[in-house]
């Protein structure tokens, strides 16, 4: 599985999840870097088979509106000290990881982790 980190969250999130070992890379890897759209980021993910992680709540009505994108890991944690957020990763990624294979539309906030259907 490959994901796309969006900027609203540190390029440590995508450089843990290559640690976890699925294919991640952060807008910051992408030639406009931080000021990617949402549209571009939507056109790659869709093209290159990513899963669109962020904390953008745009992201999540465009994906009930009509789809886009294709799959979307949304944190819903607020403000959170990245080592914290870190961890919070490494402690659910195997859910993570098992509910993104069942569906398109996974939640992560501080305490539980929600396959949307």
Avoid: Y
Wanted: glycine fraction near 2%; proline fraction near 3%; charged fraction near 25%.
């Amino acid at each position: 599985m490959k994901f796309l980190v969006d900027a609203q969250l540190p390029r440590k999130f995508a450089l843990e999840i290559a640690n976890l070992g699925a294919d991640a890379i952060h807008t910051l890897d992408l030639p406009s870097a931080n000021r990617t759209t949402d549209e571009e980021i939507c056109k790659l993910a869709l093209q290159t088979d990513r899963v669109v992680v962020t904390k953008d709540s745009d992201f999540v009505d465009s994906f009930l509106l009509r789809r886009i994108p294709a799959k979307l890991l949304f944190i819903t944690t607020g403000n959170i000290p990245n080592k914290d957020l870190l961890q919070l990763l490494r402690d659910n990624w195997s859910v993570l990881f098992s509910m993104l294979e069942e569906g398109d539309f996974v939640e992560l906030s501080r305490r539980t982790v929600t396959l949307h259907q």
